[in-house]
């Protein structure tokens, strides 16, 4: 059965502050995700990793940064935390071709005061 | 790079009739097109996918059909209960193993 699972199911930071997001998975998958979930506007793609150490942006990286350096551990880095990063932070994982079911973590509900 | 489009935003049906959700894409190269549930407080989970060679998958209560000429692909639940109620995610990929998402449709099923 695979599993992801994800550091903290809440986190409360303040402005400016830098904040680790961390994400690891145990079925050996190559690929790995970060998303961020807000109401009315479904699952939106921050940066993905097909490697170890190979990161691709997604449609929002602006205001994060990744880092994979082993291939079961994928983290969400915010530099400087603001405000409008409060939100629903879900990680996930897939193997690649054939199969590119995404296997989610269970979210970390991020509060920047 | 791809668009996934949702309607309606929130469905409501009594119990036991049915719920349809569709969703369009916007790159004809998109070859799997695949469904998520979540419900309340939970993860997405995957509940049914297609890939582009095939019309109509089934599993038990719930179908996806998928129209290539006009981009589209839906979701079918037939007689419906209250633990189908859920966010449904649709998602298209072209085979770069990435999934573009839609917003989500609210099915509500009432009692």
């Known amino acids: 059965d695979v599993k992801v699972t994800q550091s903290s199911r809440y986190l409360v930071k303040r402005t400016g502050e830098k904040v680790f997001l961390e994400c690891v998975q145990d079925?050996?998958?190559?690929?790995m995700f970060w998303y961020r979930q807000d109401p009315g506007l479904g699952l939106r793609l921050i940066y993905f990793s097909y490697d170890v150490k190979m990161k691709e942006k997604g449609d929002i990286p602006e205001g994060y940064s990744v880092s994979r350096e082993k291939k079961e551990r994928f983290s969400l880095i915010l530099e400087s935390a603001s405000t409008n990063q409060t939100s629903m932070y879900l990680c996930?994982?897939?193997?690649?071709?054939?199969?590119?079911?995404?296997?989610f973590g269970p979210g970390t509900r991020l509060t920047v005061t | 790079g791809e668009n996934v489009e949702q309607h309606p935003s929130t469905l409501s049906v009594q119990e036991g009739d049915s719920a349809v959700i569709k969703c369009t894409y916007s790159?004809?190269?998109?070859?799997?097109f695949p469904w998520y549930k979540q419900e309340l407080g939970k993860r997405p989970q995957l509940i049914i996918d297609?890939?582009?060679?095939?019309g109509e998958k089934k599993d038990q209560r719930i179908a996806v059909t998928l129209n290539k000429t006009a981009k589209h692909f839906s979701l079918h639940i037939t007689e419906t209960q209250p633990e189908d109620s859920a966010v449904y995610f649709c998602a298209a990929s072209n085979g770069n193993n990435r999934l573009a998402f839609g917003k989500g449709n609210q099915v509500v099923v009432i009692p």
């Open positions: 996930a994982s897939s193997l690649s071709e054939p199969s590119y079911e995404q296997y």
């Open positions: 297609i890939r582009s060679n095939v």
């Open positions: 790159d004809s190269a998109s070859n799997y």
């Open positions: 079925m050996d998958h190559e690929n």
